[in-house]
């Protein structure tokens, strides 16, 4: 009997002396944070946790996003027992008792097991093809958790009959929703400002933002957080960023790349980077620069800025920095043209004004029964029939004939469109 209540008292301590992540892991699938996708009302986690209906699974993610936390929410939500094993320190042996456990339950008392397998991509071969068996014929439920690309990592035998799950990085409210929470459990209270720039520089990984905001809640003496003390934690100083330097920050970012100064796009980058700016809204700024005013003086411009959008997806932060660098690099030393830009908007307002027009009956569609003896599609010539691939006929309505809206600059590429259109011109 002392022995029990040594032992209770004993993991109350420990308990009580885990990091403050680990003390707000939740107990069951509703108290996860984030990872709606997966965990929301009638998401599919969701739905095969609470019908019991749970086979092996693979969690993908990067650091921080709730791996382990939300296998034990899941274990805590089903009647399975639960093992962990991390695939750093476990090996076969290991492997083989938990099967031979997991046999014993389910003959004595019927009862499933779940393994959860942190770090699975550090098995080896031979170690994740001593689970299969036992996956296979349902003794145990495995759950393997990963930041690695599972389709090169685990064994396709393996892989195959599991369910990939993937998380995403925590979103701002879910980062919010952690550091109140963290605050309540500390008994502490803080300053919006510094919880503005613990949640800033999460970079959507829970644990980081949980571990620093432990760090500061000790340094505050577990009272109430102010600024000075967050910046300790997280070694940085905070920059002044609100609402007027965000418009102002991005206004300079953009017009240093059109004034082709790259040494000012990548510091006024960097400011945005350090203040804990979005960065797909960066990208998307990139985007729309691309075109708006580089345009066809560069078209590999808005290939470089898709990219680097398309890599800040892929990779993530701090990485993607070096990809979102490379294109404000490129984009401020393009040749710079807006012609395309005023092409779309001078367009758009002549319609809008009212220049709108029959379409000519040559250019009318011409695929369907009838629309020959209507005159349309008749007279149209087929540029591709000509040796130059094009052919000087009307397409404008006839009251626009002669209205031009895209006026090729001498600027890049454009002047080599310049050319060719001012040859079509001569064809007219």
């Given at each position: 009997?002392?022995d029990?209540l040594?032992?209770?008292?004993?993991?109350?301590?420990?308990r009580?002396?885990?990091p403050?992540?680990?003390r707000?892991r939740?107990?069951?699938i509703?108290?996860?944070?984030g990872?709606?996708h997966l965990?929301?009302?009638?998401?599919?986690?969701r739905?095969?946790?609470?019908?019991?209906?749970?086979?092996?699974?693979?969690?993908w993610?990067?650091?921080g996003?709730?791996?382990?936390?939300?296998?034990?929410?899941?274990?805590?939500?089903?009647d399975?027992?639960?093992?962990q094993?991390?695939?750093?320190?476990?090996g076969?042996?290991?492997?083989?008792?938990?099967?031979e456990?997991?046999?014993?339950?389910?003959?004595e008392?019927?009862?499933?097991?779940i393994?959860?397998?942190d770090?699975?991509?550090?098995?080896?071969?031979?170690?994740?093809?001593?689970?299969?068996?036992?996956?296979?014929d349902g003794?145990?439920?495995?759950?393997?958790?990963?930041?690695?690309?599972?389709?090169f990592?685990?064994?396709?035998p393996?892989?195959s009959?599991?369910?990939?799950?993937?998380?995403?990085?925590?979103?701002r409210?879910?980062?919010?929703?952690?550091?109140?929470?963290?605050?309540?459990a500390?008994?502490?209270?803080?300053?919006?400002?510094?919880?503005?720039?613990?949640?800033d520089?999460a970079?959507g990984?829970?644990?980081?933002v949980?571990?620093?905001l432990?760090?500061?809640?000790?340094l505050?003496?577990?009272g109430?957080v102010e600024l000075?003390?967050?910046?300790?934690?997280?070694?940085?100083?905070a920059?002044?960023?609100?609402?007027?330097?965000?418009?102002?920050?991005?206004?300079?970012?953009?017009?240093s790349?059109?004034?082709?100064?790259?040494?000012?796009?990548v510091?006024?980058?960097?400011r945005?980077?350090?203040a804990?700016?979005?960065?797909r809204?960066?990208?998307?700024?990139?985007?729309?620069?691309?075109?708006?005013?580089?345009?066809?003086?560069?078209?590999?411009?808005l290939?470089?800025?898709v990219?680097s959008a398309?890599?800040?997806?892929?990779?993530?932060l701090?990485?993607?920095?070096?990809?979102?660098?490379?294109?404000?690099?490129y984009?401020?030393?393009?040749?710079?043209s807006?012609?395309a830009?005023?092409?779309?908007?001078?367009?758009?307002?002549d319609?809008?004004?009212?220049?709108?027009?029959?379409?000519?009956?040559?250019l009318?569609?011409?695929?369907?029964?009838?629309?020959?003896?209507?005159?349309?599609?008749?007279?149209?010539?087929?540029?591709?029939?000509?040796?130059?691939?094009?052919?000087?006929q009307?397409?404008?309505?006839?009251?626009l004939?002669?209205?031009?809206?895209?006026?090729?600059?001498?600027?890049?590429?454009?002047?080599?469109?310049?050319?060719r259109?001012?040859r079509?011109?001569?064809?007219?």
């Amino acid at each position: 009997m002392n022995d029990d209540l040594f032992a209770v008292a004993a993991e109350e301590q420990r308990r009580s002396r885990a990091p403050l992540a680990a003390r707000l892991r939740p107990r069951t699938i509703d108290d996860v944070v984030g990872q709606d996708h997966l965990v929301g009302p009638g998401k599919p986690l969701r739905r095969l946790v609470e019908t019991d209906r749970l086979t092996s699974a693979l969690l993908w993610g990067p650091p921080g996003t709730g791996k382990t936390t939300l296998a034990l929410a899941v274990a805590g939500s089903t009647d399975r027992a639960f093992e962990q094993l991390s695939a750093v320190s476990a090996g076969v042996k290991d492997v083989r008792e938990t099967i031979e456990r997991a046999r014993q339950r389910l003959g004595e008392r019927g009862q499933g097991t779940i393994l959860f397998l942190d770090e699975i991509h550090r098995f080896s071969k031979s170690q994740q093809d001593a689970l299969l068996p036992a996956v296979e014929d349902g003794t145990l439920t495995l759950i393997g958790a990963t930041t690695e690309n599972p389709f090169f990592e685990v064994n396709a035998p393996l892989r195959s009959r599991s369910t990939l799950f993937r998380l995403e990085p925590l979103d701002r409210v879910a980062i919010e929703t952690l550091v109140r929470r963290g605050l309540e459990a500390e008994g502490a209270t803080a300053d919006d400002d510094a919880l503005a720039l613990l949640v800033d520089r999460a970079g959507g990984d829970g644990r980081q933002v949980l571990t620093a905001l432990e760090v500061s809640c000790a340094l505050s003496g577990y009272g109430h957080v102010e600024l000075e003390h967050v910046e300790a934690a997280l070694g940085t100083t905070a920059l002044r960023y609100g609402r007027d330097d965000h418009y102002d920050v991005v206004s300079a970012f953009i017009k240093s790349m059109r004034g082709s100064d790259p040494d000012a796009a990548v510091y006024w980058l960097a400011r945005m980077l350090e203040a804990g700016e979005d960065a797909r809204f960066i990208a998307r700024r990139m985007v729309i620069f691309a075109s708006e005013d580089v345009g066809l003086a560069d078209a590999n411009a808005l290939q470089i800025a898709v990219a680097s959008a398309h890599a800040l997806e892929h990779v993530g932060l701090p990485e993607a920095q070096l990809n979102l660098a490379q294109a404000a690099i490129y984009l401020a030393t393009a040749p710079k043209s807006n012609r395309a830009a005023l092409a779309i908007w001078n367009a758009r307002q002549d319609v809008r004004d009212g220049a709108v027009g029959e379409v000519p009956a040559h250019l009318r569609d011409a695929h369907y029964q009838g629309a020959a003896t209507l005159g349309h599609g008749a007279g149209y010539e087929y540029p591709h029939d000509h040796a130059a691939g094009t052919v000087a006929q009307q397409y404008l309505p006839d009251q626009l004939v002669g209205r031009r809206w895209y006026e090729p600059s001498d600027h890049g590429d454009e002047r080599t469109i310049n050319e060719r259109t001012q040859r079509g011109d001569d064809l007219t």
